[in-house]
């Protein structure tokens, strides 16, 4: 079974290859070259699907047997900004607009990517506007798969999620996303700095079941 990510972002391979016990997942871009995708959905699950799909359509007439496409829509949910950034997190810097309607989601949808630096730097911005220093919040993965088992096509959602707080904290360059900032709830520490991280993400409790699907469908080993 040939699993291949409708991203390029090694940071997020690695993290797949990890959580999935070493298996090989490759990025699209292996096969096709880069394709742009409008994330226009209004929940995770659309979002992840619509990429999935997307690139399901070009590559099954470019691969035989099974594969399947995966793809991911994750974000943060801060409970002080009404869910914000939730499925604009990787835009949220770029997202022109005030606390209050960051609040009331009055702003125009945000096209470009921002660094995981500026990401980071709005929230704290926010957080500071609001005159808060923390607030409950939580990660949210939705993982959507697109492709062939069994000379089948199958679609399918699975979510996970991982509860915790967000809080003001040095950032760190090599971390990824909000984990510099983001607490998981039974800890003391920020993600970033937590060694049993891919244990207890809310991309790990998406794919455990995503492994659960592959198992109730006798799907082979991973293909290395």
């Known amino acids: 079974m ?3 990510l409708s991203s390029h972002n090694a940071k997020k391979i690695k993290e797949l290859e990890e959580i999935l016990c070493g298996a090989r997942v490759r990025s699209y871009q292996d096969f096709l070259d880069e394709i742009e995708i409008i994330e226009d959905g209004k929940s995770f699950e659309e979002n992840a699907m619509l990429k999935a799909e997307k690139i399901y359509e070009i590559l099954k ?4 047997g099974d594969f399947l496409v995966l793809s991911d829509d994750s974000g ?3 409970e002080a900004l009404g869910g914000i950034p939730e499925i604009y997190s990787a835009r949220f810097a770029s997202i ?22 500026q990401n980071n730097l709005k929230l704290l ?5 609001l005159g808060q220093v923390e607030s409950r919040a939580s990660f949210v993965c939705v993982i959507a798969v697109c492709g062939k ?3 089948m096509e199958v679609k399918q959602t699975f979510r996970g999620e991982c509860e915790g707080k967000v809080i003001k904290a040095p950032l760190n360059p090599q971390a990824f996303g909000y984990d510099p900032l983001f607490v998981p709830r039974g800890y003391e520490i920020t993600m970033d ?12 409790r998406a794919l455990q079941k995503f492994q659960a699907f592959l198992k109730s469908n006798n799907s082979k ?4």
Request: charged share 30%; proline share 2%.
């Open 61 to 64: 007439e470019k691969i035989d």
């Open 125 to 129: 911005a926010c957080l500071e506007e």
């Open 76 to 78: 943060l949910c801060v």
């Open 193 to 204: 700095k937590i060694q049993e991280k891919n244990k207890i993400s809310h991309r790990f």
């Open 149 to 151: 088992m069994g000379g």
């Open 96 to 117: 022109e607009a005030s606390v209050n309607d960051l609040i009331e989601r009055n702003f125009a949808l945000p096209i470009h990517s921002s660094t995981d630096e």
């Open 2 to 4: 040939q699993i291949i």
């Open 221 to 224: 080993t991973w293909e290395s």
